[in-house]
């Protein structure tokens, strides 16, 4: 016959080591969406960089037209600083949702004043936008689309983590939280 003490003692061993597997996926989780926003963050900073480096020279002698400044083109360097700004802080808190949804607003913000930049440039009311930046723009665009699908996907394996029983304890317990991600473009 099995001593009681002895069944403590295995269902107290299961429990430990389940409790030290459930935990170390929880933070595996998180890991892996704290590097996919890392992932995600490099593709971010080259808009930054393509209104900066823009704003100051033109590309070719051909662009020159791209120097004068309009309203437009302050309201892309401001939208671009609370985009940088926006993109620090969620870097140093990658899966706290008032950072991420405040990135996402600053990214449409941006998103808006290059577009209206580019329809003054494409109108002939303000300086066009050189070939070369627009090229940049787009690609930096095409890389920012897969960077956070995976990026949302990281979160949401950790979320789901978060919340199945009886991890959500040992979650509670540590103070895993869950996550926002960015909204992924169609």
């Given at each position: 016959?099995?001593s009681e003490?002895?069944?403590?003692?295995?269902?107290?061993?299961?429990?430990?080591?389940?409790?030290?597997?459930?935990?170390?996926?929880?933070?595996?989780?998180?890991?892996?969406?704290?590097?996919?926003?890392?992932?995600?963050?490099?593709?971010?900073?080259?808009?930054?960089?393509?209104?900066?480096?823009?704003?100051?020279i033109?590309?070719?002698?051909?662009?020159?037209?791209?120097?004068a400044?309009?309203?437009?083109?302050?309201?892309?360097?401001?939208?671009?600083?609370?985009?940088?700004?926006?993109?620090?802080?969620?870097?140093?808190r990658?899966?706290?949702?008032a950072a991420?949804?405040?990135?996402?607003?600053?990214?449409?913000?941006?998103?808006?004043?290059?577009?209206?930049?580019?329809?003054?440039?494409?109108?002939?009311?303000?300086?066009?936008?050189?070939?070369?930046?627009?090229?940049?723009?787009?690609?930096?665009?095409?890389?920012?689309?897969?960077?956070?699908q995976?990026?949302?996907?990281?979160?949401?394996?950790?979320?789901?983590?978060?919340?199945?029983?009886?991890?959500?304890?040992?979650?509670?317990?540590?103070?895993?939280?869950?996550?926002?991600?960015?909204?992924?473009d169609?």
């Amino acid at each position: 016959m099995i001593s009681e003490s002895f069944l403590w003692w295995s269902l107290a061993a299961v429990l430990l080591f389940w409790s030290v597997g459930a935990y170390n996926r929880l933070v595996r989780l998180r890991s892996l969406a704290l590097r996919s926003f890392s992932a995600l963050a490099t593709p971010m900073q080259r808009y930054a960089e393509i209104v900066q480096f823009g704003s100051a020279i033109p590309v070719s002698p051909a662009d020159t037209a791209f120097i004068a400044p309009t309203q437009a083109w302050a309201g892309l360097q401001g939208a671009q600083a609370q985009f940088s700004a926006s993109l620090a802080v969620a870097r140093s808190r990658p899966l706290d949702g008032a950072a991420i949804n405040a990135l996402a607003a600053a990214d449409t913000v941006l998103q808006m004043a290059w577009l209206r930049v580019a329809t003054e440039g494409a109108t002939g009311t303000g300086p066009v936008l050189p070939d070369t930046a627009q090229a940049q723009w787009n690609e930096a665009r095409q890389q920012i689309r897969p960077a956070a699908q995976s990026f949302a996907q990281a979160v949401h394996s950790y979320n789901a983590a978060i919340n199945q029983f009886p991890a959500m304890l040992l979650a509670w317990l540590f103070g895993f939280r869950t996550a926002t991600s960015l909204p992924t473009d169609p």
